[in-house]
């Protein structure tokens, strides 16, 4: 493992400690793969608690945004994976969220293309959860 704790490496994250591999995968087939670690938690599931699921990604396939990876991520390994896009030009904000600690507009970050270590996307930090990187956007 990475880390010995999800929760030591960024600062306001302090309530999850679980990461979930999305597929299990050999070394070999996680070679040359970008590790995607997401927030998702359902607030309105009494039965979900929060946890980061992890995803292996060949960036080769990909657009170079943090948003283009969600979408990937989406269509081809969990279309229940939630978060807000539109205009994809960094003008209308709602793909907001912290992209690797940092609170960034996910349609214009770019992917740190550093293999040996994960990209973590969590919902913004100070804000309430509706689903796993939405959030409530009523006094935005």
């Known amino acids: ?8 490496t960024f600062k306001g994250i302090t309530h999850v400690n679980n990461i979930v591999e999305h597929e299990q995968l050999t070394a070999e087939q996680k070679a040359g793969k970008k ?7 359902n607030p309105n599931d009494e039965n979900d608690s929060p946890k980061y ?4 990604v060949d960036l080769k396939k990909i ?19 939630a978060f807000r896009r539109s205009c994809r030009e960094g003008i209308c904000g709602s793909c907001s969220m ?16 550093d293999l040996t270590k994960p990209s973590i996307l969590t ?18």
């Open 1 to 8: 493992m990475l880390f010995d704790s999800i929760n030591s």
């Open 35 to 41: 590790r995607f670690l997401i927030y998702k938690y």
């Open 53 to 56: 699921v992890s995803y292996y």
């Open 63 to 81: 657009p170079p945004m943090y948003l283009d990876a969600l979408l990937y991520i989406k269509d081809n390994y969990d279309s229940s994976l």
């Open 98 to 113: 912290n992209c690797d600690g940092i609170h960034s507009l996910a349609c214009i970050k770019s992917i740190d293309t």
């Open 123 to 140: 919902p913004l930090g100070h804000m309430f959860v509706l689903k796993d990187l939405v959030v409530d956007m009523t006094n935005f």
